[in-house]
C-alpha cells in the first residue's frame, strides 16, 4: 500500500546535501555573494575617494566636512548593507545609534559624525569588505557554475558534433594531441565531478555568507556598549514602572481596605461612646463588634505588609518563606530549596515574589492536583522552577501577568523559560544572578 506523506514531511525525509542545492536559502545567499561585488566596488571606491580628499584638505578648513560627508555616506552604505542582510540573509542587526542630537547645527553634527566610533567602522567595513567579496564572488560563482556545467553536460553534449563539428568538449590540445569529453565513460565521470561540485557549492556558499554575516554583526551594528546601555534605560524604566505600580497597588490596599475600615472603626467608636450613658448594653455591643472590626484591620495590614516584604523572608530565608506560601496554594505543593548560602535581600525577595506570583497563578488558571517548586543554585545564577499536572497551554504574550514576570527579571538581567504544552505538564523555570 503506497503512503502520501505532507510535503514538509517527504522534504525533511530527504537528506539535507541532497535538498541544499534547490533549497532557497542557498540561493538567497548566493545572490548576495553577486551582488556584493558590484556594491563593494562602489563602497570601496567611494570611502577611498572622499577619505582621500577630505584628508588632503585638512590644511584648509573644507577636509573637515569632507570627511563627516564620507563618514555620513559610509552609514548610508551600511544602512543599505543591513537591509540586504536582512532580506537574504536572515540576519537581524538592529541599526545603530545616530551621530549626534537631533536638531543640532551643523557643526555639531560634523563634529558628532567625526567623533563617532560607528561611523569610523561604517568605513573600516566599506575597506575590508571589497577584497573579501571579490573572494567570495570568485569562488562561489566557480563552484556553482563549473557544478551545474559538468552535472548536465550529458543534456547538452550534442552541441559540440553538430554545430561545432568536434565529438566533445575540447579540454586539452598541444598541437599533437587533442582531448575531448566524448566518450561514455568521460561524460560519466564529468556529471559525477559535477554532482559533487553541485552539492559541495551550496555548503561553501553558506559559509562564505557567515563570514559575511560576521562582517556586517560587528562593524554595522551598535557597539555592544551602546546596546547595553540601551538595555540598561530599558531596565531602568522596566523597574521604575513596577515600582510605580507597586505604589499605586499599596496605595489602592490601604485606601480600600485598612483605611476604609479604621474610619468605619472610628465612627462605630464615636456612636458607642453617645450610647454609653442612656443604653449601656447596646454600647457594649457595638464594641464588641469594633473589636472585630480591629482584628480585621490589623490581618489586612498584616498581609499587606507580607506582600511588601514578608517578616520570614528576613529572619529565616528563602526556604522557610516559600513554604509559608506553598501552604497559601489551593493545591499541594513539594517546595525543595537546595542553595548555599542566602543572595543579596533584592534578589532573594525578586525570587520570593517569582513563586508567589507562578502559584498563584497554579491556584487560578492550571486547574492541577499538585505542584512542584524547586531552588538551586547554578555556578554563578539561581534557578527557580514552579511546576503542575494541570492542562498547560500558559503563555508570555502581551499583556499576559507572564509577560510583566518576564520583563521585570529581565530588569535584573534574569531570564524566563516557560515550557507549557496544551494539556500539560507546565514548567516555568525562572534564572537570576547569584550575588552574594
Known amino acids: 500500500m503506497a ?3 505532507p510535503d514538509h514531511e517527504r522534504g525533511r525525509r530527504v537528506p539535507a546535501v541532497l535538498r541544499a542545492p534547490l533549497e532557497a536559502r542557498t540561493w538567497r545567499e548566493f545572490l548576495y555573494l553577486l551582488l556584493s561585488l558590484p556594491i563593494s566596488v562602489a563602497g570601496f571606491a567611494f570611502v577611498v575617494a572622499m577619505l582621500s580628499a577630505g584628508a588632503g584638505l585638512l590644511v584648509t ?15 548610508a552604505l551600511g544602512a543599505m548593507e543591513r537591509n540586504r542582510a536582512r532580506a537574504l540573509l536572515r540576519l537581524e542587526v538592529d541599526d545603530p545609534e545616530p551621530a549626534g542630537r537631533p536638531g543640532a547645527g551643523f557643526m555639531a553634527r560634523v563634529g558628532a559624525m567625526l567623533r563617532s566610533g560607528v561611523s569610523w567602522r561604517h568605513a573600516l567595513y566599506a575597506l575590508v569588505h571589497m577584497p573579501w567579496a571579490i573572494f ?16 548536465t553536460y550529458p543534456l547538452w553534449q550534442w552541441v559540440f558534433p553538430r554545430y561545432v563539428h568536434q565529438p566533445g568538449l575540447q579540454l586539452f ?22 554532482l559533487l561540485l553541485t552539492l559541495l557549492a551550496p555548503w561553501l556558499v553558506r ?15 551598535p557597539s555592544r556598549l551602546a546596546s547595553r546601555v540601551h538595555e540598561l534605560e530599558s531596565d531602568r524604566g522596566t523597574v521604575v514602572d513596577t515600582a510605580a505600580a507597586d505604589l499605586r497597588r499599596i496605595e489602592r490596599d490601604l485606601h480600600d481596605g485598612a483605611q476604609a475600615r479604621l474610619v468605619a472603626l472610628a465612627m462605630d467608636l464615636g456612636l458607642a461612646k453617645e450610647k454609653l450613658a442612656e443604653d449601656p448594653e447596646e454600647a457594649a455591643r457595638m464594641v464588641g463588634e469594633a473589636h472585630g472590626e480591629v482584628k480585621t484591620a490589623l490581618q489586612e495590614l498584616r498581609d499587606l505588609a507580607r506582600g511588601i516584604h514578608p517578616a520570614i523572608l528576613t529572619d529565616r530565608g528563602l526556604g522557610p518563606a516559600l513554604s509559608a506560601v506553598a501552604t497559601r496554594c489551593t493545591v499541594p505543593v513539594s517546595v525543595t530549596v537546595d542553595l548555599p548560602s542566602r543572595p543579596v535581600p533584592a534578589i532573594e525577595g525578586i525570587a520570593y515574589f517569582t513563586v508567589s506570583e507562578l502559584l498563584a497563578n497554579v491556584s487560578k488558571h492550571s486547574g492541577a492536583g499538585r505542584a512542584t517548586v524547586d531552588v538551586w543554585r547554578a555556578e554563578d545564577r539561581m534557578l527557580l522552577q514552579v511546576g503542575d499536572n494541570g492542562r498547560g497551554g500558559a503563555s508570555a504574550d502581551a499583556g499576559s501577568g507572564l509577560a510583566g514576570l518576564a520583563e521585570r527579571l529581565d530588569a535584573v538581567d534574569g531570564i524566563l523559560v516557560i515550557d507549557s504544552p496544551a494539556g500539560g505538564p507546565t514548567r516555568i523555570t525562572a534564572e537570576l544572578p547569584w550575588r552574594s
Open 3 to 5: 503512503i502520501a506523506y
Open 61 to 75: 578648513f573644507l577636509g573637515v566636512p569632507v570627511l563627516a560627508a564620507a563618514l555620513a555616506g559610509c552609514r
Open 136 to 151: 567570495a564572488f570568485v569562488v562561489s560563482i566557480t563552484f556553482w557554475a563549473y557544478g551545474w556545467a559538468m552535472l
Open 173 to 194: 590540445s598541444d598541437g599533437n594531441t587533442t582531448w575531448y569529453l566524448s566518450s561514455p565513460l568521460e561524460i560519466t565521470a564529468t556529471a559525477g565531478t559535477g
Open 207 to 221: 559559509g562564505l555568507a557567515y563570514v559575511d554575516r560576521l562582517l556586517v554583526f560587528g562593524l554595522l551594528g
